[in-house]
């Protein structure tokens, strides 16, 4: 079992920047694929980002590629999602997503393929 607890949501101008992080309860962190997703009003869970178990691969939706990051630090069992050039209709709610696997440098795009979930954090971004 892992805990994710997700931090850094707020309320930002479009334009802005924010940058989420995850924070994981378990030091084999290391051994789990993670990826962010968000869910917006009225909308269902959409991918957003991934990283891989060995940090090696990463991918993006279409409508974030260019203007955020993801990455992980397994030394501190988090993961982060640095978010540029902040739209409005990047507003949602932002979850982490991990599952443990033997793959390292595999990319999941899909919510059943991850079965550990932080509670989400808002992120606001204002015209």
């Known amino acids: 079992q892992v805990q994710l607890v997700e931090s850094g949501g707020g309320l930002v101008q479009a334009g802005g920047s924010l940058r989420l992080s995850c924070a994981a309860s378990?030091?084999?962190?290391?051994?789990?694929?993670t990826a962010w997703f968000r869910q917006a009003p009225g909308k269902e869970r959409e991918f957003v980002a991934a990283?891989?178990?060995?940090?090696?691969?990463?991918d993006y939706a279409d409508s974030v590629k260019g203007r955020f990051t993801i990455s992980r630090d397994d030394a501190k069992n988090t993961m982060s999602l640095q978010m540029n050039g902040l739209k409005p209709e990047d507003s949602a709610v932002y979850y982490c997503a991990a599952v443990q696997t033997t793959s390292y440098n595999r990319i999941r795009y899909r919510e059943y393929e991850y079965n550990y979930w932080g509670q989400g954090t808002q992120v606001t971004v204002s015209s």
């Open positions: 990283i891989s178990r060995s940090g090696g691969s990463t």
């Open positions: 378990r030091r084999t962190f290391s051994s789990y694929s």
